[in-house]
């Protein structure tokens, strides 16, 4: 699978901002060897979208859900582009009528299409079940990298395998009619768009700054939240004195926390990192949201969720395993003897 290549030296001299610098294709980096800032990425996209499940509980129970999301996303954009602006200039937003587009598209389909139905599902359905829903992306970018032409390995699908088997595990007890079908389906709709966006993001020409891209796109994916949200009549009786001050801050959580720093760092992993261990943070926030919605919502936690938590991130485990290891390459012959090896 190929990320959006560009020419320019991966390494950074001491007056250059690393930000500018767009990530080498994925063929030139070594194999097999996944840097400390990899990782340190995964970490935050783990624990803090972990968290962002139920703070968007939190938010829609006196916000509409559209209309939050679009908050959120415009803020954060807007928030991020003047970074840009002060530290860098005009020249931090510069990009090209491709990779306009390109952003846009992306945009669209995970903030509007796949954040925007997870808010619109959390409206009726538990923040713990959203995350275990959520879930099915891994499934997802296996099948859109299949037929991208790139066979998974065989143990990153059995990891996946053992990643759905834990999500069944979680949601068995859910499927009792207690739920709202169509959050649920909302959802699984949301789980679709959202892997799609991440796998496209990788074959179109993005822009070589990544904070650019993720500036951009929050931009164009708030705007469409926010019509979708005009659309469906948010607006109508909305008081913003009924709005609870714990949903504005968990909207302050989400834009600082979830957009600023989550979405930025899942930009970056998607050109830095192999698609299926990026794919892993849905394995993992489960674990995370079933755990606050049980300290702080009081969402139950019961044997089968901690056994189906337990089964996650054992498919975890697998699947960041075999991603850090290099793909098998052939040895070279050596020359016969007597024969001459050429330098």
Request: net charge positive; hydrophobic share 50%.
């Amino acid at each position: 699978m190929t990320s959006p290549a560009s020419s320019q030296p991966a390494s950074a001299t001491p007056d250059t901002p690393t930000d500018t610098i767009p990530s080498p294709p994925e063929d030139a980096r070594p194999a097999g060897r996944l840097g400390g800032a990899v990782w340190l990425a995964l970490a935050v996209v783990y624990v803090v979208w972990g968290s962002t499940y139920l703070a968007i509980r939190i938010a829609v129970e006196t916000m509409p859900s559209f209309l939050s999301a679009a908050t959120r996303f415009l803020v954060a954009g807007l928030l991020l582009a003047g970074y840009l602006l002060v530290r860098q200039g005009p020249a931090g937003l510069k990009v090209s009528g491709r990779q306009l587009a390109s952003s846009v598209l992306v945009g669209v389909l995970l903030l509007t299409g796949g954040n925007g139905l997870v808010v619109l599902g959390e409206t009726s359905v538990p923040s713990g079940l959203a995350a275990l829903l959520v879930a099915a992306v891994p499934l997802w970018m296996v099948v859109l990298t299949a037929f991208g032409g790139e066979r998974p390995k065989p143990a990153e699908l059995v990891g996946v395998l053992l990643g759905l088997a834990g999500l069944g595990v979680l949601s068995a007890p859910a499927i009792g009619g207690s739920v709202e079908p169509l959050g649920v389906i909302a959802i699984i709709c949301a789980t679709l768009l959202w892997a799609t966006g991440s796998f496209v993001s990788k074959k179109i020409p993005m822009p070589g700054n990544v904070l650019a891209a993720s500036a951009y796109q929050m931009l164009a994916g708030g705007f469409c939240d926010l019509l979708i949200g005009l659309v469906r009549g948010e607006q109508h009786g909305l008081d913003l004195a009924a709005v609870s001050g714990r949903s504005w801050l968990a909207l302050a959580y989400l834009v600082l926390f979830g957009s600023l720093l989550a979405f930025t760092a899942y930009a970056w992993l998607l050109r830095s990192a192999p698609l299926t261990l990026v794919a892993t943070y849905a394995y993992v926030n489960p674990v995370v949201a079933v755990l606050l919605g049980w300290l702080i919502l009081a969402e139950p936690l019961t044997g089968p969720t901690l056994a189906g938590g337990a089964i996650v991130v054992a498919g975890v485990c697998l699947v960041v395993s075999v991603s850090r290891r290099p793909r098998h390459r052939p040895t070279p012959a050596r020359p016969e003897k007597g024969a001459s090896a050429r330098s």
